[in-house]
């Protein structure tokens, strides 16, 4: 997700030349969306779980990657950013707790600060790798057929599509390793 805040970022200030704060006030829907999601998590996973929460709101944030990959240099703020901003939002705010309480789980209380520890580490390796892949594939992306503002478009909604691959790789490996494991468990 790290690489869906920085393409995003370069999107609106280099292509629809926001200064940095309307860029940064651009991002409020998905940023408002997550905060709202993110206080409902506690009844949410009292009624369907940590595991199914969680690939609920990894798949929500897929659907909304999957959008917002889709960019070309005209469209429109609400129905192509901000809607799939929202998508996004709920997604995050839905699994980020979830996500959390499954690196923990299963873990002695004495070494929960631990095990804790580590799951932020890995949340922080993870958005690093992550973002050097798509920093990459960006790259990667050219065209000799376009150029200019065109390419950096294609380039940014290519880097984002990559975004979503890696969201439908995390969505299965949660579906198996999470959600089935936690049905057999139960």
Do not use: C
Request: aromatic content about 6%; overall charge positive.
């Amino acid at each position: 997700m790290i690489g869906f805040w920085f393409f995003i970022t370069q999107f609106l200030q280099t292509v629809r030349h926001y200064s940095p704060l309307e860029a940064g006030l651009a991002f409020l829907p998905m940023t408002i969306t997550n905060f709202i999601m993110a206080v409902k998590v506690p009844r949410y996973t009292k009624r369907f779980g940590n595991p199914l929460l969680l690939a609920a709101g990894i798949a929500v944030t897929l659907i909304g990657m999957g959008w917002l990959s889709r960019l070309t240099a005209d469209v429109s703020y609400i129905t192509g950013i901000a809607l799939p901003m929202i998508l996004i939002g709920i997604g995050q705010g839905a699994s980020l707790g979830p996500l959390t309480a499954s690196g923990i789980a299963g873990v002695d209380p004495r070494d929960a600060g631990a095990a804790s520890g580590l799951v932020n580490v890995a949340h922080q390796l993870g958005g690093s790798i992550g973002l050097a892949i798509l920093v990459t594939i960006f790259a990667a992306a050219g065209s000799a057929v376009i150029g200019g503002q065109e390419m950096l478009v294609h380039r940014i909604a290519t880097s984002l599509a990559a975004g979503t691959a890696m969201l439908a790789l995390a969505l299965v490996v949660v579906i198996v390793l999470i959600v089935r494991s936690g049905k057999r468990a139960a």
